[in-house]
């Protein structure tokens, strides 16, 4: 779907280990994001890229740092995880701000 | 970016139109309206987006009165296969980056 990979797709973690998801784009995008899920929170955006090495942050940035260094390649990376950080993340690439494509989702788990 | 009130659930039969308003009553004069479709387990999809008037594709109709302070996503002939949740979201995405933030959305359980 719309050239767009997330790995891991399931990770399970310990409390302060760092984790970083990775974000895979085949489709040249300019835009990508990331996004966590968490019920009752709907989607949050917690950092974006709007060209390589170019990245600000969302509303939920903080614990979280992003890296985009090949137009393909959009990583997220949680320092040191923490149970809040439990959650569905997804990443999502567009052309475009308001047409976004979302990848399969990576679900983590810090116990 | 303007807020948006739209219907915490629906349900609807297979076969059936399906229509979800959306109200937008302080939306800006450079905003334009979008939809998306999440399906369980699955990231969001965009599914439309239109400025005013009527606009339609494979998916979907998108119905926006003159005044554009709503919007209705219309389904036709719903099939259990479009059960999901389905996000109206406005902005300004003329120029510049714009976040789209996702509210609640509307759950539409379509039944046999």
């Known amino acids: 779907d719309a050239g767009i990979t997330q790995s891991p797709r399931h990770k399970v973690t310990e409390t302060g280990t760092p984790v970083t998801l990775r974000c895979h784009q085949t489709?040249?995008?300019?835009?990508m994001y990331w996004y966590r899920q968490d019920p009752g929170h709907g989607l949050r955006l917690i950092h974006y890229?709007?060209?390589?090495?170019?990245?600000d942050k969302g509303e939920v940035s903080d614990g979280y740092s992003v890296s985009r260094s090949k137009t393909e390649d959009f990583l997220l990376t949680l320092e040191s995880a923490t149970s809040s950080q439990t959650s569905v993340y997804f990443c999502?690439?567009?052309?475009?701000?308001?047409?976004?494509?979302f990848g399969p989702g990576t679900r983590l788990t810090v116990t | 970016l303007a807020k948006t009130t739209q219907p915490i659930s629906m349900d609807s039969y297979e076969g059936q139109e399906v229509n979800i308003t959306c109200s937008h009553n302080?939306?800006?004069?450079?905003?334009?309206i979008t939809w998306y479709q999440q399906f369980p387990s699955q990231g969001p999809r965009f599914i439309i987006q239109?400025?005013?008037t009527k606009v339609t594709n494979e998916v979907a109709s998108l119905f926006i009165p003159a005044d554009r302070k709503s919007s209705t996503l219309s389904l036709p002939r719903v099939s259990l296969s479009d059960t999901a949740v389905y996000y109206c979201?406005?902005?300004?995405?003329?120029?510049?980056?714009?976040?789209?933030?996702f509210g609640a959305g509307t759950r539409l359980a379509v039944h046999p």
């Open positions: 979201l406005v902005g300004d995405f003329s120029g510049g980056y714009n976040k789209l933030i």
């Open positions: 302080n939306i800006a004069t450079n905003d334009y």
């Open positions: 890229s709007y060209g390589v090495k170019d990245t």
């Open positions: 489709e040249n995008h300019r835009y």
């Open positions: 239109g400025y005013k």
């Open positions: 999502a690439i567009g052309p475009v701000t308001y047409e976004q494509y």
